[in-house]
Each structure stands twice: as C-alpha cells, then as structure tokens.
C-alpha cells in the first residue's frame, strides 16, 4: 500500500514538475512574443512618422544625368506602387498625386497633352499599352513614352489623346484584355500602339509556361483555398496563418533569412539551374512564348478591322542586346545573367516568325535600338531612361505618321485641326 502511495506521489509531484515547466515556459514565451511584439510596433511607427527615404538601387543609375529629382521621384514610385483589384486584368494601380507621379481613379497615369483645351474630338486618339516600360518606371510623367510620343506627334503636326494603359507586370494577354474592355465601353481608339516582350519572355521563364501573368501560382493557392470544404483544412489553415503572425515567428525568419538558413529557392532558380545552365531542350518553351504573342497580334488585328483603327506593335529592346554597357549597366545585366540565354533566345525566334515579315506595316522589333550606344540608357535590365523612352518614341511617332500618309484613319482626325 504504501509502494503504491509513494507512486501515486511521485508521480503526481512529476505532474506539478511538468506543469510547472509549462507554466513557465509560457510565461517566458508570452514575455518574449510581448517583447516582439512592442518592438515591431515602435519600429513600424518611427518608420511611419519619419520621411521616407528611397531605398531603389536604381537612384544610382548614371542615366540619370541630372539628379536633382531622383530620389523624389523613387519616393513617389513606392508610395505609388499600391494596387487595387481589377476585374479580367487582375491590378491596377491606385490613384495618386504626385509632383512626378500622378495616376488617375481609373489607374491611368498622366500623360503630356499640348492643347489642354482642345476637345478630344478634334484630336487623334491613341492607346498604348505595356508593362511597366510603358507605365514609365524610373521616369518622370512627361517623359514616359506615351508623353513622348504625344510631343513627336505635335512636332509632326498631329494633335493626339495618348492614353497610357501601360501597367507594371502586364503580360500580352492582358493588354489584349484591357483593349477589349475599353472597347466593350464605347471607347475606341484611331490607333492602338503595343510595347511587349519582356513580361512575356519574363513570365514564361519564372513559370516554365507560356501565356501566364506573373506570380500566378500565387493566385492559384488563393483560389484553392477558398475550395475547401474540410473543416480541418479551413482550420489548419487558420492555425498556420495565426502562427505566421507571431512575433516570434517573424523574428526567427528573419534571422534564418540573414543567416542564409531556410530560404526557398526561386522557381525560375530551381528550374533553370545555375548561372551558365544550358538552354538546350528548351526550344518549345520559346516558340510557345511567340505563339501566345502572334495569337494575340491577330486578335488584336481582327478588333481593328471590326472596330476601325490602326494598331502597330513593338517588341521592345533589353539591356541584353545592347553591345557597349557602362560599369552601371554591366552590373545590372550580371544581376539578371541567368535569364540572358532564355531571352535572347525568344528574341531570336521573334525575328522569324510570320508577324516579322509584316515589320513595315505592324510589327516592329526594336530589339537593337541601342545596340550601338555607348552612352547610358538603362537603369536596370529593361527600364530606360528618359532619353531611351524619348528615341523609343520618336520611333513610334514616326511608325504613325507614316500610317497617316498612307491615308488612315488618323490622316482623317489629323485633318480636323484648324
């Protein structure tokens, strides 16, 4: 009996032993998570009530020959970079003002116009679309492509509404989208003007697929999460999600992350190797890159003919077809080597495909534009300076006005000026 006692004691003494070891353990968890806690709050708030100051790599570009609005503008460009849900293209960015960044409710940036007065009637209509090169990353509102290209216009005696429907990280096949959403208002240009290849090239190497927007996979865990019907998924993922938020969590990450301890590879990374991997057996990837691109081009052709404009599509240069790079531009194209084989590879095949025996009508590859430029032009592997957008431009217009020559539509609107 009294074995059996000493037993029951012992073990109820282990009992208070362990929970005692709990209790304190927890007391030292709560402690350190409040702790966590208190310190990113007081972090997040010094951040908050003090001026932002841009942390873009790219304030350093040495195309930027005058810096004295750079780093304003870079503080602009993140303030700006909020987005908002659109229906059909997925994002839009929200409005905003600026002194050179200002973006409409609709997500459309400004754009240079040079009769402010003029109604829009008795002006040429154009839309231009792309990712963020013709959104204008890196540069000014007036100096985007699409102001630029408003300006060569004028000096060429065209009074145009250039409307830039350009948006960050649009592939095609969402510019086609946007296109045919503005026509499904009413809203129809005299010219439809489209600058690609990056996020097309860019998108298919990140996904190993075709045709995608970038970061889908993102978008398709959201939806797969809303699928469930398991209680105990929903659960778990509320579980995971409450447990992601800790403090003390997001403190040991961030530690593993310096540590270099943990850190999920890039898919692109994962699936394309290292630095100098071969491109060999990737071939069908590339032409699947253009075969998306010409399907989209026809499309786009057959809304012209339905509707009654003109289109002209580019396809635009990298930093990778540029021959004499400075030590800046050099570097940048060392940041983005391992994508170099892939994109040039696209970019070859769009040299031969059936949309380039149309180069003089429709499509145009601008590819080599600064092939032998010795001066700086791209602040990082695909963004230019103003001055790049600028001869990007002079080109376009150029393009156009030889359309209106040729007795268009826009030689119709260009003859309504007084």
Known sequence: MKDKLGKTKGALTRVKEAWLILG??????????????????VRNWVRASTPPVPQDWRVQADAYSDTSWVHQYYSEFEESSATRWSSYVYWRRKSYEGQYINVDPNGIRRTWRADKDRRAGDRLSVFVFGGSTMWGVGVRDDATIASFLARKLKEKGI????????????????????????????????????YDGVNDVYSAYQQRAAGLPHNEYNRVNEFNLTQSRSYRSLRAVFLRRTVERLAMVRFSRGLLRRLGVGVRPDAAVTYWGARDNAIAGKEDLFREVLTVYEGNARIVKALADAYGFKTLLYWQPTIFHKKHLTAYEETQRKSVEALQPFCQAVYGIACRTDLAA???????????????????????WCHLSEWGNEVIAERMAADAARLSDAGSVISRNASKQP
């Open 24 to 41: 304190v353990t927890f007391v030292l968890l709560l402690a350190l998570e409040t702790t966590l806690s208190l310190a990113y709050a």
């Open 358 to 380: 149309e180069r003089e009508t429709v499509f145009h590859d601008l590819s080599g534009t600064f092939a032998e430029v010795s001066q700086p032009v791209f602040i990082d």
């Open 159 to 194: 009074e145009a509404e250039v409307t830039n429907f350009g948006e960050s990280g649009y592939v095609s096949t969402q510019e086609v989208i946007a296109l045919i959403r503005e026509l499904q208002r009413g809203n129809v240009p005299d010219l439809a003007i489209f």
